[in-house]
C-alpha cells in the first residue's frame, strides 16, 4: 500500500532534520550517505504517491527495434536535430522551451526502425524538479541511448548536465558492479565475495542502516559507499550515452573541442551541424553503433529474391535468429544456410551455435 504524501513528507522533515543536525566527517561519512538514500527514496515514494492522486508527468510509449532520447539545455538544437534524423517536424526557433512535450520520431538505418524522442530543454536544478527536470529524465530514463545535445560554443553545459543526472543516481557509460545478495532469515551480515575496495565494517554498516540485517552478499566489481547504498536501496540507473556536438560550423576549433571533451569524460562525442546537416550520417552511424544491434536478413528458401530485414543483438547466434522468428523453431532447427560477412563461403551451412555478423543472409533448416 503506497503511504499517503502527507505522512510522506513528515517523514521526509524528520530525515532532512536529522541529516542537518549531522556534522559531516569521516567517522559520518556513512550514517549521511545511508541518510541521503533514505531521503531520495522517500522523495520517490512522495512522486508515486502524487501520480496516483493526479497522474501528471509523461507517458512515453516505446516502438520499433531500439530508442534513443535527446537531451540538452534549451536551445541547444534538439528540434532541428530529430527534424534531419528522423521522419517528423519539431518546432524550432531562436528562443528557450519552444519543446514543452515529448516528440517523437523515427530514424531509419540499415533497416533497422530506430524510435528518436526531442525532450524538453532541462535547466539547472532539474533533478529537483524545477521546469518539469524530473519528469523529462524519468522518461529518458527508458530510452537505450541518450545523445547529449550540446552547444559548441557552451561546453559547460555538459558538465552542468552530468550534475543533474548525478544528483538522480544516473550513472553514464560507467559498467553496474556485479551485486549478488540473498537475504536470509538469521545469520547476521556475510560478505562470501568483497572486491569493492570498501572496507568489511563499512559494507556490514551500510546493510543495517538500509533495515537489512540477514544477508549473504557478493560484490565482484570496485565501488563507491555512495555508489553501493544507490544500488542496493534500488535507485542507481546505468545508461550509455554519446555526445552531439552541435553547430560545429560556428566554431573553428570543433575537432579541438570534441577531442577535450571525449578524454575528459571518456564519452564519444561527434561534432554535427543540425541546421546545415553536416556530419548526420556520421551521427547515424555512430546510435547505431551504440545500440548493439545489427541488421541480418532472412530468405525463406535457398534460391527465392525476397529478403526480410530481422534486428538482432550483435553478439546473435543462428539460434536467437530462430528464437525470434518463432519460439518453437529453434527446437525444430537442423542448421541454417548463411551468406555474408561471418561465412566463410557463399551458401554455407552452420549450426545454431554460429554468430552472425551484419549484413549476414540467412535460411533455416528444419529436421524433417
Known sequence: MVKPPETLTTKLDELQEEYSKTKQNKATNLHLGILRAKIAQTKKDIITASKKRHGTGFFVKKTGDATVALVGFPSTGKSSLINVIANTRSKTA????????????????KDAHIQVFDMPGLIEDA??????????????KSADLIVFVIDINQIQQFEKLMKELNALEININKKKP????????????????????????????????????????????????DELI???????????????????????????????????????????????????????????????????????????????????????????????????????????????????????????????????????????
Open 94 to 109: 531562436q528562443y528557450a522551451f519552444t519543446t514543452t512535450s515529448i516528440i517523437p520520431g523515427t530514424m531509419l538505418y
Open 127 to 140: 533533478h529537483l524538479g524545477k521546469g518539469g527536470g524530473k519528469m523529462v529524465i524519468s522518461a529518458a
Open 178 to 225: 556485479y551485486i549478488q545478495m540473498n537475504e536470509q532469515l538469521t545469520g547476521g551480515i556475510r560478505i562470501e565475495v568483497n572486491k569493492s575496495g570498501l572496507p568489511e565494517e563499512d559494507i556490514k554498516e551500510i546493510l543495517s542502516g538500509l533495515g537489512i540485517h540477514n544477508v549473504l552478499i557478493s560484490i565482484w566489481g570496485k565501488t563507491s559507499d
Open 230 to 368: 544507490s544500488i542496493i536501496s534500488g535507485k542507481a540507473i546505468y545508461m550509455n550515452a554519446i555526445v552531439a556536438l552541435n553547430k560545429m560550423d560556428t566554431n573553428p576549433d570543433y575537432q579541438k573541442i570534441a577531442a577535450e571533451l571525449s578524454r575528459r569524460y571518456n564519452i564519444k562525442v561527434v561534432p554535427i551541424s543540425a541546421t546545415n546537416k553536416i556530419n548526420i550520417d556520421e551521427l547515424k552511424e555512430r546510435i547505431y553503433g551504440e545500440l548493439g544491434i545489427m541488421t541480418i536478413y532472412l530468405k525463406p528458401r535457398i534460391g527465392a529474391e525476397q529478403l526480410t530485414p530481422m534486428i538482432l543483438g550483435t553478439s546473435a547466434t543462428v539460434g536467437d535468429a530462430g528464437k525470434k522468428f518463432h519460439t518453437q523453431i529453434v527446437d525444430e532447427l537442423k542448421c541454417a544456410v548463411i551468406s555474408g560477412p561471418s561465412a566463410h563461403f557463399a551458401n554455407e551451412r552452420v549450426g545454431i551455435a554460429h554468430r552472425l555478423k551484419e549484413g549476414d543472409i540467412i535460411t533455416f533448416i528444419k529436421n524433417k
